[in-house]
């Protein structure tokens, strides 16, 4: 990945991929007039991936132990993940690029 605002986890995981793929500063960043969502994330949490929700026969992450788990995702304002339960509704929004 480009390294064009440093190696910092927001860098990594929200500037960087904005910028890559044009979306930057409508996403991204926290200022007016952008459009931000939220991860709230515990990086102590330890979990073992077992076949999960998929009904496929491939799962590339199938018995591995993660580290770092989300908790809460909140988009527009609204939780769409809560203390790791999905309790929100699709709304996504297209983007032209």
Known sequence: MYNLFG???VAKYTINPAIIHN???K???????S????????????????????HSDNN?????IVTSMV???ILRGEFLVNNRKFVGS????????
């Open 27 to 33: 996403k991204g960043i926290i200022q007016i007039g």
């Open 90 to 97: 699709s709304r996504g929004q297209f983007i032209k690029r």
């Open 71 to 73: 908790e809460s995702t």
């Open 23 to 25: 979306l930057f500063p």
């Open 7 to 9: 190696e910092s986890i």
């Open 35 to 54: 459009d931000a969502g939220f991860v709230i994330f515990d990086p102590n949490k330890v979990l073992y991936i077992d076949s999960g929700h998929s």
């Open 60 to 64: 590339p992450y199938e018995n591995m």
